[in-house]
């Protein structure tokens, strides 16, 4: 039997986030689930008895951060989208082959369609949002369609609605911002892998908001850092409090417990033998401790040099690395290294032999580029200013170098100026990995009368395109994915002439050096030794475009019953395309956006079907065999066999090692009859999930 598929269906939505919470919550406690008036409810005062909690209600004060809007903002983030996104080919770099995502849409709506297809498999997240200074955008989301909602606010349909700044004259200035970012926070942690992470640009306007909310999300156990970013080259003259703010930060939370960043090369510079020891290379490190005396009084004592009888005595916030057991016997071994100065302090002598990872910690200091950098690399590539105050494609890369490997999947859902996109080629072009971008921007109205716009509104003009930020941020991936194509293979000729490649040019920074103070390449210790080229490196991209789903709701018009169930004859919209019905389905089924589609077209049974200008029917082949269609609009009772007979023997070709989903467009049968046929010989033929849209 062939079940025809509607809006209502679990299957034409994107995941159900509270349905999954339930299934959890049944797993671990089934005593707490229960039957409620609408549906399963959640016994708390029994879940309390269980977890030893005694209160009686759940309004009690705890610590944690509240605002007014909160509850709804979770709400926001568990309510399932019926949105769709729509496949732009012409839009796009290289769409056949490439692996990589570039999405205009509201990111909330966004996320939450990604995440049948990309839960658990996205290894880093790094975002850098609107910091709140008063000049950001913070858009209305909303509750019931929050697709109408985005396409009023981009110009697409007729509004009222406008995308404005969040001013510090708001009374819900804060509340405004945490209501807008806590639903993407909270979807956005259901596509990390186990191991991944989330990094958050932000400056001390919402640090401690953010930090709170993460807490929230995360769980305080998975903070894993606040890394200070020095973002100012030069001191800011024109502070106001005479206060120079030079830093930012990167505030970085795990999805689980586990979690470590790769670390830095070790400098192997440090390491020689200038007393010829027979143990081989040393370098020397500090033997400060990191407690005081109340917290270890073991590691607070005088360490005493052999033959001179010189006493150091600990540093009173820190102590020494080691007890006096341990340390005496490297004084022993002549493991420590006296000072020649009474003011001075010993050090330990560390050989290169027993040191055993090649990676020291990564500091929570970054140095070494700056704002300035990104500006400048915009500047280089577009000629223009298009964006202000870019994050430099260095700081992005030394994240994405020390989270994601090989294959890994790196997400930005405030894409910008594409800095992150631009990041993970680069990288890629470094060491040869092949890690995956996937971006999404707001297709943000640029305004030409607006001062701080107009630069960028008039580059689009000139591009000939909408006057939008995705725009800018396509263009960008396409800018800096050539530039590093031509560095590739520059680098290839000189290794191909005997000269040495300056692997510095592969990271394709778009500044000049001695410019901004330096390009982000002057970070030497995550530069690789040895540049690698790939000859499949990926520097294309897909884009994709929100929209409200290909499949019509159901939307009764008062008063014209006989029109609306006329108008819903046929269950998609008539201005979809066979593309965009493809990848819809691909979402709601939980495959990958970039996953291989095969195509055959089989000639029709028909023999007047040529004379009246019917093409062959077309059937796709998605995942392997895991997802197979025929979308044409009309499939007459003498096609069935033969249609029929194709699937199956592309299917046994194929040979999927799991089950296969085979969906038609139900209009296209002339009756139950033909319907009923071509599901009857699938499924006698092993493919048992025959659907109709």
């Not at 993407?184 to 990094?199: E, I, P, S």
């Not at 020397?284 to 005595?313: C, K, M, W």
Request: glycine share 8%; net charge negative.
């Amino acid at each position: 039997m062939m079940r025809k598929l509607t809006s209502t269906d679990p299957e034409t939505k994107s995941a159900d986030m509270v349905a999954a919470n339930v299934a959890q919550l049944k797993a671990l406690f089934p005593e707490i689930v229960t039957e409620g008036p609408n549906g399963a409810a959640v016994n708390v005062d029994v879940l309390k008895g269980l977890i030893g909690d005694r209160t009686a209600t759940d309004a009690d004060e705890k610590y944690g951060l509240n605002w007014h809007g909160k509850r709804r903002a979770r709400q926001l983030a568990l309510s399932p989208s019926a949105g769709t996104l729509r496949p732009c080919p012409e839009d796009s770099v290289d769409w056949d082959t490439t692996q990589n995502l570039m999405i205009e849409g509201d990111n909330l709506e966004v996320l939450k369609l990604l995440q049948k297809s990309y839960a658990g498999k996205v290894k880093l997240i790094y975002i850098d949002p609107p910091y709140n200074t008063g000049k950001d955008f913070v858009y209305p989301d909303d509750f019931q369609d929050n697709i109408r909602n985005y396409l009023e606010l981009t110009g697409q349909v007729e509004g009222g609605r406008k995308i404005t700044s969040n001013t510090e004259a708001s009374g819900r200035f804060h509340t405004d911002w945490l209501n807008m970012m806590y639903p993407r926070l909270r979807t956005c942690r259901q596509l990390l892998t186990q191991d991944g992470a989330l990094f958050v640009s932000c400056d001390d306007s919402e640090a401690a908001n953010l930090r709170l909310a993460l807490d929230d999300i995360f769980g305080v156990e998975n903070f894993i850092a606040q890394f200070v970013w020095r973002s100012r080259q030069f001191t800011d003259a024109r502070a106001v409090t005479n206060v120079s703010t030079d830093h930012e930060y990167l505030v970085c939370y795990a999805r689980d417990s586990g979690f470590s960043v790769r670390g830095v090369e070790r400098d192997e510079s440090k390491f020689s033998n200038p007393d010829n020891d027979p143990r081989g290379d040393w370098m020397s490190r500090s033997l400060l401790g990191l407690a005081t005396r109340d917290q270890r009084p073991n590691l607070h004592y005088d360490i005493v040099e052999p033959g001179t009888g010189r006493r150091f005595p600990p540093n009173p916030a820190t102590g020494w690395r080691y007890a006096p057991d341990k340390m005496q016997a490297l004084i022993a071994d002549g493991c420590v290294l006296f000072p020649t100065r009474d003011e001075g302090r010993p050090r330990e002598k560390k050989f290169r032999k027993d040191m055993n990872s090649e990676f020291i910690a990564f500091r929570s200091i970054i140095e070494g580029m700056h704002t300035a950098d990104g500006t400048e690399e915009i500047r280089a590539l577009f000629g223009a200013e298009v964006f202000s105050f870019p994050k430099p494609v260095e700081l992005v890369r030394k994240v994405t170098e020390q989270v994601a490997g090989a294959g890994d999947i790196v997400l930005d859902f405030f894409a910008g100026s594409g800095t992150t996109g631009h990041a993970v080629m680069a990288q890629n072009a470094a060491d040869g990995g092949n890690r995956r971008y996937i971006l999404v921007q707001l297709p943000e109205p640029l305004d030409p009368e607006n001062r701080d716009q107009k630069t960028a509104a008039d580059f689009c003009t000139k591009l000939g395109k909408p006057l939008t930020i995705a725009e800018l941020t396509k263009e960008r991936l396409r800018r800096a994915g050539q530039k590093i194509r031509e560095n590739v293979a520059a680098a290839a000729a000189k290794s191909a002439a005997g000269t040495a490649a300056d692997p510095t040019s592969l990271f394709a920074q778009a500044a000049t050096p001695g410019t901004a103070g330096g390009t982000a390449e002057s970070a030497p210790d995550a530069r690789p030794s040895t540049p690698v080229t790939r000859p499949s490196l990926d520097l294309g991209f897909r884009v994709f475009k929100l929209d409200s789903s290909n499949i019509r709701a159901w939307d009764p018009a008062a008063g014209a019953l006989a029109d609306t169930l006329e108008a819903h004859v046929e269950h998609l919209k008539a201005d979809r395309t066979e593309q965009d019905i493809l990848y819809e389905l691909l979402l709601k089924l939980g495959l990958d956006l970039c996953v291989p589609i095969g195509t055959r077209t089989i000639a029709r049974a028909d023999k007047g079907a040529k004379k009246k200008g019917k093409d062959g029917l077309t059937v796709h082949s998605i995942g392997g065999g895991v997802l197979m269609a025929c979308l044409a609009t009309e499939i007459t009772r003498e096609d069935v066999e033969p249609l029929a007979q194709c699937i199956i023997a592309w299917h046994k070709e194929l040979a999927p090692a799991g089950d296969s989903t085979c969906v038609f467009r139900d209009s296209a049968f002339p009756d139950d009859v033909a319907k009923t046929n071509l599901a009857a010989i699938l499924e006698q033929h092993g493919v048992d999930n025959v659907r109709s849209l």
